[in-house]
């Protein structure tokens, strides 16, 4: 039985954080629902490869309905973390302990959410100082797997390893 996926995601994402992980995760049978302010929007990637049609709104939506989290990277997390209903659900998420995803930029939202806080993470080099100052304990690796609840990467350059472990965690 595949399981959902919601990814909190707006313009200017990272294409491929988002485009990699919800191929593979598809093409394995699970469901990617998009998540943004307005559903049925279109949002666009950095590079202007991907565009992302909203499948719902963050107001019509609760954590207990998904069964993990993608955090794409890009300027997307930094602004959604600017709406507390994006942090609000994130917090949520990370306290129901279920499996969260997160690249690049991806873990801005986690620090907003006080969901970083002696975790064993990754993330893009711009952010390792604001994840070691919210007590993540950080390691510069391709990817970061804590306790099969939390998958980290640096960047589009580690997505293979990022994908294999997010789609192992899903499959467990």
């Not at 699970?30 to 559903?39: D, P």
């Not at 993608?70 to 994130?90: E, M, N």
Request: glycine fraction near 8%; charged fraction near 25%.
């Amino acid at each position: 039985m595949g399981k959902k996926i919601a990814v909190l995601i707006t313009d200017e994402f990272e294409d491929s954080e988002f485009t990699s992980p919800a191929n593979a995760w598809i093409n394995a049978g699970h469901e990617v629902v998009t998540i943004e302010m307005e559903a049925g929007k279109t949002v666009t990637g950095k590079q202007g490869e991907a565009q992302v049609t909203i499948d719902k709104a963050i107001d019509n939506v609760d954590p207990a309905e998904f069964d993990a989290l993608l955090l794409p990277g890009g300027h997307s997390p930094d602004t959604l973390r600017a709406d507390d209903r994006f942090v609000k659900f994130t917090k949520d998420f990370v306290a129901s302990g279920k499996p969260v995803f997160a690249i690049c930029h991806g873990p801005q939202l986690l620090i907003s959410a006080n969901g970083v806080r002696g975790r064993k993470m990754t993330a893009v080099k711009a952010i390792a100082i604001d994840l070691k100052n919210a007590g993540a304990d950080f390691y510069d690796k391709e990817v970061v797997v804590d306790g099969d609840k939390l998958v980290t990467s640096r960047t589009p350059d580690d997505l293979p390893a990022f994908n294999r472990e997010s789609l192992r965690i899903l499959n467990l």
